[in-house]
């Protein structure tokens, strides 16, 4: 799950505001601070896929990718955030695209030893980098696994020459497996990313995809469910895609295959085995806070009084710009008090153990009473379960997910 969202860039940088600006009194009152993460946006990839509405920008090859100014932008963009978050611990770090793994390791290596020399990082600290197959070659994982990566999300999307080639990938399926191959020799712990529902696949083709990804014993698997999004190639020219019938039995074929491989679907889309959930995207699940630097990233802060969301600069090259001269932010906003519930609701009833009520008003600074009606309806129809202290989607609440959300709104 990556911060970047289509946005409406506007001419003029965000005013760049000082720490005093964000403590001055407000109409919140967090008692404490969440765990913060950073999200690392490297925005270039091979091709952009026809469903992706990401900040993704194809490289021709033949031109050289702007490695290190781009990193040297990352790191003049990080010095002018530092004092928003002076102090805490960055529990997790994500790399995300694009395909960052178009970065060549020497590359990686200097962004994470720069991070580590800014920033308070925890000694097991969580380090993600999404990886292509297509841009897999032998010993490149092993090689970004030196440079301190941790944790690898390959992705797969199909083990299919048919689906890769329907869904506009670049790599086919012998390289899928080899770079799964090459990533569980190297990883502890890693993440392949599946796609169902795509266009003409059929229940034994998915089958066989699950099975496919479940040989190699992946700790982690994220499966989601093909979504024809805006300003995308698929929405000016919309594939032939299964029913919502067949999605849905494609759904429970993928639960109870990873349920039988000892999977735990911790999450809407994602499945791991004990030990190996992603802190990072749980992080954003749970309404913690990240900062998120590179080109078009998003960044949620929480300070005393306030919650603030902000957006860099999308384009590659103006972000660059914008970040080398100290004004890397496109917009900056506070969050609207009114908008905190529907903001929490949005990403933690996406969790299959749902919510502690008390982490509701420690994150929001809002009390119960916010949310009480929204969980009286839920309850009524069957939504959620709840106690004294948890709020839990049931099953019917995870099958109709948006309607429960939009109880909060």
């Given at each position: 799950m990556i911060p970047i969202q289509h946005q409406t860039e506007t001419a003029e940088a965000a005013v760049q505001r000082d720490i005093q600006h964000y403590m001055r009194p407000g109409t919140l009152q967090l008692g404490s601070l969440p765990p913060l993460s950073l999200y690392v946006h490297l925005p270039w990839c091979l091709k952009k896929c026809p469903y992706c509405d990401f900040n993704s920008h194809a490289w021709a090859k033949g031109d050289a990718l702007p490695e290190d100014r781009y990193i040297d932008a990352l790191m003049a963009d990080l010095e002018s955030a530092l004092p928003l978050i002076w102090g805490r611990t960055v529990h997790s770090v994500f790399m995300g695209g694009g395909t960052p793994s178009l970065f060549s390791p020497e590359s990686i290596d200097k962004l994470i030893a720069g991070l580590r020399a800014r920033l308070r990082m925890e000694p097991d600290c969580e380090i993600t980098m999404e990886a292509n197959p297509g841009t897999f070659e032998k010993d490149r994982f092993k090689a970004f696994r030196a440079a301190g990566v941790n944790r690898l999300s390959i992705g797969v999307q199909s083990f299919d020459d048919r689906y890769l080639q329907a869904v506009g990938r670049v790599h086919d399926a012998a390289q899928a497996q080899a770079a799964v191959r090459e990533a569980a020799d190297n990883f502890e712990t890693f993440n392949i990313d599946l796609m169902y529902a795509l266009p003409g696949q059929s229940m034994v083709d998915l089958q066989r995809d699950v099975d496919t990804a479940l040989s190699f014993a992946p700790p982690h698997l994220s499966i989601y469910h093909l979504t024809i999004e805006p300003n995308t190639y698929f929405a000016k020219y919309p594939p032939v895609v299964p029913e919502d019938d067949t999605a849905y039995e494609m759904l429970d074929l993928i639960t109870a295959s990873t349920r039988a491989a000892g999977m735990q679907r911790y999450e809407v889309s994602a499945y791991a085995k004990d030990g190996h959930q992603c802190f990072h995207n749980s992080n954003y699940w749970q309404f913690g806070d990240y900062l998120g630097i590179g080109a078009g990233?998003?960044?949620?802060?929480?300070?005393?009084?306030?919650?603030?969301?902000?957006?860099?600069?999308?384009?590659?090259?103006?972000?660059?710009?914008?970040?080398?001269?100290?004004?890397?932010?496109?917009?900056?906003?506070?969050?609207?008090?009114?908008?905190?519930?529907?903001?929490?609701m949005l990403n933690a009833l996406r969790l299959r153990g749902g919510f502690a009520l008390q982490e509701f008003m420690e994150r929001t600074g809002l009390p119960m009473s916010a949310i009480a009606?929204?969980?009286?309806?839920a309850q009524a129809k069957g939504l959620i379960s709840r106690d004294l202290g948890r709020v839990v989607p049931t099953e019917r609440g995870f099958d109709f997910l948006s309607d429960l959300q939009e109880m909060f709104l």
């Open positions: 990233a998003h960044s949620k802060l929480s300070f005393a009084h306030r919650i603030v969301r902000q957006v860099r600069f999308r384009d590659p090259a103006r972000y660059i710009d914008m970040a080398l001269a100290g004004t890397p932010l496109a917009q900056d906003n506070e969050v609207k008090r009114a908008d905190l519930p529907f903001e929490y009606k929204g969980l009286d309806q």
